[in-house]
């Protein structure tokens, strides 16, 4: 991976976590999700208008796959973000999301890693054993609901980081496959929230809408950077380091969120931040 692609995934990362704190933060999450998805709606629908190329039609199958995907992961997002504090959930969403795609990439028979590439999956497990395990938790079940639906998150995570990875290359243009992706799986939910949620939507228009454009750009421009890094790249090796997002996540949500920064929380989200670094620099 050179160095253009290694550190726009790392401003991918910062993205992302940026909008997760956000959506996590907001008091109703499933109106602030919806007005996100507007959001990015609008910035696709603007690609494809002036910017974006038709991708090709090999690319077809990857981009109904993925949007099939990404409806069970903002759901899970939701949920995850419902039970489970943002500080918890994201670690375990992000870190869970390397290992999964490491065994996707070896059942298909590609992406597979040296030996040392491994030795850095389970350096991300450590990591993550540690945060379902850590102190604040100490009086509460381990494998809660919070936990389930966090897990739940990173196999969808990594689910379509499997399609997206094998479709952008087949489509012969990044920001093309994008743009169809996300107006196609961008365009539901707020017709949900609509239909379900409609007098919550109006009164919260104005307290909602700086957060909005600020969570909607981050997610569209961070999940841009990735599909563009697929295609110069491998799957474990962006995925891997996307995932650098926990440390991120980790300062957001104690410093920010002011949910506790303990030492063993940091601890914990710095190991798997550097397992998924080693990943991505095994070779």
């Known amino acids: 991976m050179d160095s253009v692609v290694l550190f726009a995934v790392l401003g991918a990362a910062l993205l992302h976590a940026t909008w997760n704190a956000l ?21 696709s629908l603007f690609l494809i208008i002036f910017i974006a190329p038709t991708p090709d039609i090999q690319a077809l199958p990857y981009i109904v796959m ?11 997002l939701l949920k ?17 999301a390397p290992l999964l795609v490491a065994i996707a990439g070896i059942a298909i028979g590609d992406d597979v890693l040296p030996l040392h590439g ?21 009086g509460d079940k381990k ?26 290359r087949l489509a012969d243009t990044a920001i093309g496959y994008y743009a169809y992706l996300s107006i196609v799986s961008c365009c539901w939910f707020p017709a949900y929230t609509v239909a379900t949620r409609r007098r919550a939507l109006i009164p919260m228009v104005r307290p909602l809408i700086g957060r909005a454009l600020i969570a909607g750009n981050s997610s569209a421009f961070g999940y841009l950077i990735i599909i563009w890094a697929y295609s110069q790249s491998s799957a474990v090796q ?12 980790a300062v957001i949500g104690a410093y ?28």
């Open 80 to 96: 995850a973000y419902r039970y489970g504090d943002f500080g918890r959930s994201y670690p375990i969403a992000r870190g869970s």
């Open 143 to 168: 494998i809660d609901r919070g936990f389930l639906y966090a897990l739940a998150c990173g196999c969808m995570i990594a689910s379509y980081s499997v399609i997206d990875s094998r479709g952008v």
């Open 256 to 283: 920010i969120l002011k949910e506790g920064l303990g030492p063993r929380r940091i601890t914990c989200s710095v190991l798997v931040a550097a397992g998924v670094i080693f990943l991505q620099l095994y070779q």
């Open 66 to 76: 993925s949007v099939g995907v990404l409806v069970f992961y903002r759901v899970f």
């Open 23 to 43: 959506l996590k933060s907001a008091g109703d999450r499933m109106v602030a999700m919806a007005f996100q998805d507007i959001v990015m709606f609008c910035i």
């Open 238 to 249: 962006v995925v891997a380091l996307r995932e650098t997002s926990v440390i991120f996540g």
């Open 118 to 138: 491994y030795g850095a999956i389970l350096l991300i497990s450590i990591g993550i054993i540690g945060l379902i395990f850590s102190k604040r938790y100490a």
